[in-house]
């Protein structure tokens, strides 16, 4: 495949074929992210998304899944990512499995009607990052919508039928905005009751505007215990059903997992093991 850096893509996917159908981000301004900051945003054409995708058949044979990249593929038309996923079955005669990278705003371009076609053609599962549920932290951040908006997207993609793997970022509120953050994060996750939920910790990046914001003492990031600290308040607070929540990225800490709320309990006796004995994974570890 010819793929062009950076090709990022859920822990989730690492066995599916990672489909390039765009080529960076079309929002492109979060002050934390710089993923695509010396990438602008293309749309590949179908003859090079066909090609990509011959290659593939003849590299791997039949496949089950596949997600498309890159930042927020469901930007396209509905009909043109139709057209992709009908040649995706085309191919692969034992696809299963589509998924996408989405800003929450992007599901509210779409009508219930196109998602609800998205879903009858196998794109089962669009990952939000949400980072945060306060609006004072979505806007510092330059996200380019509101706690409301991000819930309207996400309740309008589960009513379609389409599953949701959200992310929430530990640290993205900076150490005078962590409580906030925090709260106001589980009250967001509390109304969406996504399928999955992750939790990353935010790692900042020198081509970022926040690095910018850190150098001059504008940002503060708490230090590792207090993002669990951090976490222990989201968790306390929220109130999810058969919800899959997951830790185990390799920018965190502390790798936790379970069904929320059936193993709230346990996840919440395990972290504060953790902040009480300090064991958590060295810096030499992490990475984004």
């Known amino acids: 495949m010819k793929y062009q850096e950076y090709v990022i893509r859920p822990p989730s996917e690492a066995r599916s074929f990672i489909l390039q159908v765009t080529l960076g981000c079309s929002h492109n301004q979060c002050a934390f992210c710089g993923t695509y900051r010396d990438i602008p945003f293309q749309v590949k054409s179908l003859k090079e998304i066909h090609k990509d995708i011959l290659m593939a058949k003849n590299y791997y044979g039949d496949l089950r899944r596949v997600f498309l990249a890159d930042g927020n593929a469901l930007i396209l038309p509905t009909e043109r990512l139709l057209k992709i996923i009908d ?97 106001e994060s589980a009250q967001m996750l509390n109304t969406i009751n996504p399928r999955y939920l992750s939790v990353l910790t935010l790692t900042i990046l020198k081509n970022t505007p926040l690095y910018i914001k850190q150098k001059m003492g504008i940002f503060q990031l708490p230090k590792p215990k207090e993002l669990l600290e951090e976490m222990k308040i989201f968790l306390e607070n929220l109130n999810l059903s058969g919800c899959i929540f997951r830790t185990n990225h390799a920018s965190n800490y502390l790798s936790l997992e379970g069904i929320l709320n059936k193993d709230q309990e346990r996840i919440l006796q395990e972290l504060k093991q953790a902040l009480k004995v300090g064991f958590l994974r060295p810096e030499f570890l992490r990475s984004l």
Do not use: W
Request: with cysteine.
């Open 87 to 183: 040649y995706l079955k085309e191919v692969f005669p034992s696809l299963q499995r589509v998924g996408i990278y989405s800003r929450a705003s992007d599901i509210l371009l779409k009508t219930s009607e196109e998602l609800k076609a998205l879903k009858s053609a196998g794109m089962n599962i669009f990952y939000v990052g949400l980072e945060s549920g306060s609006d004072k932290v979505l806007s510092i951040m330059e996200k380019g919508y509101t706690h409301a908006q991000a819930v309207k997207g996400c309740l309008k993609a589960q009513e379609s039928g389409i599953k949701l793997s959200t992310i929430i970022l530990l640290g993205i509120g900076g150490k005078d905005l962590a409580f906030e953050h925090a709260l």
